[in-house]
């Protein structure tokens, strides 16, 4: 459970949230005993894990090391961990800076050195047990509320400077920006990696979200048109919506923009532009 009901829009509830996540994540913890076994476990054993190959062995701790590092889909990857734990992050030609992805970058920064385990830190530990929790916390309001959990993942890890490939690279802020640039991302996502690039490139200026308020706001964006247009289960539109048809603005992007959907009768979207 949330804090909120699920029957009250995303927006307040988001505003509500994001002002102290920290505490929203304190007070779910208190309603997930499954979770809170799993960390219970992870903290046991933490400090006799002294090798990748013993950690990767270890479901649970695994479990909890991706789960806070928002990596838990590859969980199953072993080949992509022990590059992850074995190459130096900083070399070009490493897996973590090839894939461009921040959340594997952290990931191989943090565990790629083990002449030191890294649980040898009661903080560190600290770190991914929070961390862990943050993100269960979001992936919780995400199934009670469509789009809740992304817009917050997406205002505690979009950082002014970010490249455009960094965030390609990370599915969840990629959704955002998709959906706010006026893209179906399920159509988007059949396009290929270029095409990607090049129509994102047109829509999105990432010098723009140069600090926190700006960030929020744009997770608000991204709220907003879930509300208007929710999400699809299944969508018949074709290809031409991705590029807008003929004598149509700019897509949903124009409610934030102008174009010829106004946004004067609409306050939630008049405060967010």
Excluded: C
């Excluded at 913890?29 to 076994?37: A, F, G, M, R």
């Amino acid at each position: 459970m949330s804090l909120f009901s699920s029957a009250m829009p995303a927006v307040p509830q988001y505003l509500s949230i994001i002002k102290n996540e920290s505490i929203a994540v304190q007070h779910w913890q208190k309603t997930s005993p499954l979770s809170e076994n799993i960390v219970s476990s992870f903290k046991d054993v933490a400090g006799s894990i002294l090798t990748p190959e013993q950690l990767l062995h270890n479901y649970k701790a695994l479990s909890v090391v991706l789960g806070a590092y928002g990596m838990s889909s590859v969980q199953g990857e072993t080949a992509v961990l022990k590059q992850l734990m074995s190459q130096n992050p900083s070399s070009s030609n490493s897996l973590a800076a090839r894939s461009g992805n921040p959340s594997w970058q952290l990931f191989a920064k943090d565990f790629s050195s083990w002449s030191v385990s890294p649980f040898s830190s009661k903080d560190f530990i600290s770190k991914i047990v929070n961390n862990y929790w943050m993100n269960a916390y979001e992936k919780n309001v995400q199934h009670q509320t469509s789009g809740l959990g992304d817009a917050l993942y997406f205002s505690r890890i979009m950082k002014p400077g970010m490249k455009l490939e960094n965030v390609m690279a990370d599915p969840k802020l990629l959704k955002v920006v998709e959906r706010v640039s006026g893209f179906d991302p399920t159509q988007f996502g059949t396009l290929g990696y270029n095409e990607q690039v090049r129509l994102l490139s047109q829509k999105l200026d990432l010098s723009k979200l140069n600090n926190s308020e700006k960030i929020q706001r744009y997770a608000q964006q991204y709220l907003a048109l879930l509300q208007i247009h929710p999400e699809k289960v299944k969508s018949n539109d074709t290809i031409l919506t991705l590029y807008g048809e003929s004598g149509d603005s700019d897509g949903i992007l124009s409610l934030f923009t102008g174009g010829n959907h106004s946004t004067e009768n609409n306050p939630l979207l008049s405060a967010l532009v």
